[in-house]
């Protein structure tokens, strides 16, 4: 009543959410008294916890630098992003090499932001019919998208296009902000004004089906062109 939280320790499989809230009714009525003090204590407990979070966290130049340096060394110079797959935007990693970049003035850093988001926006990872950014490549060329399309992903892409566009002047940025707003506000709004997290890569249990065409269907719209269409985008022969 008082709305407190309270733990409850578990053994073996996982209960279900009906199971929990018969455990709750029970303890609630013949518990009362050590419910209320187990609940006093995790909330003390949480709220010891969360006391020291409130300060502005700063981040010394030294701390900076190190990790800049090290992401740096962990660049694809060809492809953009980190070496290696599965390929993710790794947007923290990104806004560390920026931040070094605008403090110091490492234009190696920028450079290496510049790549990646060119990349992975010109790449598959990024929905050029609907808008939005893929959770990650499954190669490292950002060809194949993991179908899932994350909030956050897409958040902290909007962010990172903002600072790219201002220091470029580069429309691909200006563009994917707007798709991607368009497809946030279209497609990820939910009742009552907030944000979904997440799309799931399944469409009626198959990863990737609403996204997906065949050759046939691309040859069935494109016609003669789908030629073109096959060897601008590299798909002469099956990836891999």
Known sequence: PERLAFGRQEHGQRPGFIQVMEAVDKAWREKQ????????????HVEARLAGSHGKAVLDRDTLNDLAGRIDGMIDRDLGGLRGAPKFPNAPFMQTLWLSWLRDGVA??????????????????YDHVGGGLSRYSTDAEWLVPHFEKMLYDNAQLIRMCN?????TGNDLFRIRIEQTAAWLLREMLVDGGGF??????????????????????????????SALFFNYFGLVSPHG
């Open 33 to 44: 008294e050590s419910l209320g003090q187990s609940a006093d204590g995790l909330t003390s």
């Open 163 to 167: 600072w790219a566009f201002a220091a």
């Open 108 to 125: 190696s850093h920028r450079d290496a932001v510049l790549l990646s988001l060119e990349k992975m926006l010109a790449g598959g990872i």
């Open 196 to 225: 979904a997290a997440s799309l799931d890569a399944d469409s009626d249990g198959e990863e990737g089906l609403f996204y997906t065409w065949n050759r046939d269907e691309v040859e069935a719209v494109l016609g003669d062109d």
